[in-house]
């Protein structure tokens, strides 16, 4: 039974009320690849929150209404109606689950198929009012499913708000993760070293816009640094900045002019006062 709702739909009220309900902005608007770039890459869409990078691939399950479903009537799997059947994209037709495999490699946690727990369109109607499509989606982890074993139809069948789900045809059960788990994993994020050092936030906050911006960025990066010194040396302040304060500063605007040349964004940074950068406070972490 079809929900409703298209894909396409989803994926914008996903996105839409995930960023708007977020605590914490991401720190570039979201990146969404065009249907080449998507083979390539595997995600609809990449969110890049403060601590971490999250991908996201769309899909759009059927609503299983009758006992006769192959998951009850063949394989006796725990499941009753209504539950939702999410389809994988088959081997042969593309790359695309290996390559999500190959990405969880490299960001573990952090990419996920992402499946509405909406049975119809007054249910994503009421999810988007109230901002919550995100809170209304199951999680699956590409290498909890594992590589496809062959070029067959493949899905996974789940149940709303369930803690597992089942990847079938031969049926191996999987986590379903619902957004309270993967916040819990991002808010981690904030408790490791590299994020409790201000130098090293600026210096991942540049490198993250950077890669976003991709060549065009990396042509002008001398030039924008030479404009950012120059700025910093014409200040009119008292005191010339200690070195600390002129690596943290020179990362930070950096950042702000590549947010702005390539995105066309303005980038506002909260930091602490001066003080909390001096050198005597080398050793200690700056919040």
């Not at 045809?169 to 994020?189: C, D, G, T, Y």
């Amino acid at each position: 039974m079809k929900l409703g709702y298209t894909e396409f739909s989803y994926g914008y009220g996903f996105t839409e009320n995930l960023i708007r309900s977020s605590a914490q902005s991401p720190t570039a608007a979201p990146q969404f690849p065009n249907l080449i770039q998507e083979a390539q890459l595997g995600y609809d869409v990449r969110v890049d929150m403060p601590a971490c990078p999250l991908f996201f691939q769309f899909k759009l399950p059927e609503l299983m209404v009758r006992d006769t479903a192959l998951e009850i009537s063949r394989h006796s799997l725990p499941l009753s109606c209504n539950f939702f059947r999410m389809p994988l994209m088959r081997r042969d037709l593309s790359d695309q689950h290996q390559v999500l495999i190959q990405l969880e490699a490299s960001n573990a946690g952090l990419v996920h198929y992402a499946s509405p727990m909406m049975e119809d369109i007054q249910e994503f109607n009421d999810a988007y009012n109230l901002g919550e499509v995100h809170q209304e989606t199951a999680f699956f982890s590409p290498q909890d499913i594992g590589p496809l074993p062959d070029d067959k139809r493949h899905m996974v069948s789940y149940e709303a708000y369930g803690s597992s789900a089942w990847f079938c045809s031969e049926p191996q059960e999987i986590v379903l993760r619902q957004f309270k788990h993967l916040l819990e994993k991002a808010n981690a994020k904030f408790e490791q070293p590299e994020f409790e050092q201000l130098e090293q936030v600026a210096a991942r906050t540049r490198g993250a816009l950077q890669e976003l911006g991709g060549d065009v960025i990396d042509i002008h990066e001398d030039a924008l640094r030479q404009r950012v010194r120059a700025r910093l040396g014409a200040d009119g302040r008292a005191a010339p900045p200690t070195e600390r304060q002129q690596a943290v500063a020179e990362e930070l605007l950096a950042a702000r002019e590549i947010a702005r040349i390539g995105f066309g964004l303005e980038m506002i940074v909260v930091q602490p006062p001066l003080s909390d950068l001096n050198e005597k406070n080398d050793d200690a972490p700056n919040p």
